[in-house]
């Protein structure tokens, strides 16, 4: 079973603070690294993607990877009331059908 | 351009009923998923198109769920004889390859009395 885990949260940090969201995947053939970020009765939408071990920076938003300790992070700089979101970590596994894997995702609350 | 499409946006039926839910995928795309999403709940992945490759079907929870995608473009999950545990957000994504990334619908939310 291919899995991606990550804290359930809730994971609260008050405005203008760093938000870390971390995801474990246990696949170590995947190549493709997926954050999604999904408002409460909404459907998820991409904040960024990662191939390659190491920063990647968009913004706001950092991915971090390391493929060697199969783990994949989302920092969130000066974090908005707006931020305030449930987080999807997604993977890409192999074996039979290549596809997605999602994380059941953290929930942030950024405080004003 | 256009996204991802689903109809209809809410359903309610009553148990024992069958159901059709549509999506249209972004044009070109050629992979299409299924996937479900109870209150609260992560996403559970439920079928897989790619191109006209046999479909992954290996997260449908019974036998009552099936979908068809109908010329490598609209798909069609049906439910036979709901039940109320089928009461979920249904959401459709589609991507130009499989391990790519994924354009979500806005969801289909289907409530079995």
């Known amino acids: 079973q291919k899995e991606v885990e990550q804290n359930s949260g809730p994971l609260s940090v008050p405005e203008g603070a760093i938000a870390s969201l971390n995801c474990t995947y246990s696949?170590?053939?995947?190549?493709?690294f997926f954050w999604y970020r999904q408002y409460s009765g909404k459907s998820p939408e991409l904040i960024m993607f990662i191939y390659s071990n190491g920063d990647k920076e968009d913004g706001r938003f950092t991915a971090q990877l390391n493929k060697a300790s199969q783990y994949v992070s989302l920092l969130i700089r000066d974090s908005q009331p707006s931020d305030s979101a449930t987080y999807l970590c997604a993977v890409n596994v192999k074996g039979g059908s290549e596809k997605l894997v999602f994380g059941k995702g953290t929930k942030l609350t950024v405080n004003p | 351009g256009a996204g991802v499409s689903q109809s209809p946006s809410n359903k309610v039926t009553e148990k024992g009923k069958d159901v059709e839910l549509r999506c249209d995928p972004i044009s070109g795309h050629t992979a299409l998923y299924w996937y479900r999403q109870s209150l609260g709940q992560g996403l559970e992945f439920l079928i897989y198109?790619?191109?006209?490759?046999?479909?992954?079907k290996s997260g449908l929870p019974s036998d009552r769920f099936s979908a068809e995608r109908t010329g490598g473009s609209v798909s069609t999950l049906t439910i036979q004889r709901t039940q109320q545990e089928d009461s979920a957000v249904y959401l459709c994504?589609?991507?130009?390859?499989?391990?790519?990334?994924?354009?979500f619908g806005p969801g289909t939310r289907l409530l079995v009395l």
């Open positions: 696949d170590r053939g995947s190549q493709s």
């Open positions: 198109f790619q191109g006209n490759s046999a479909p992954d």
């Open positions: 994504a589609s991507s130009d390859r499989g391990r790519e990334t994924q354009y």
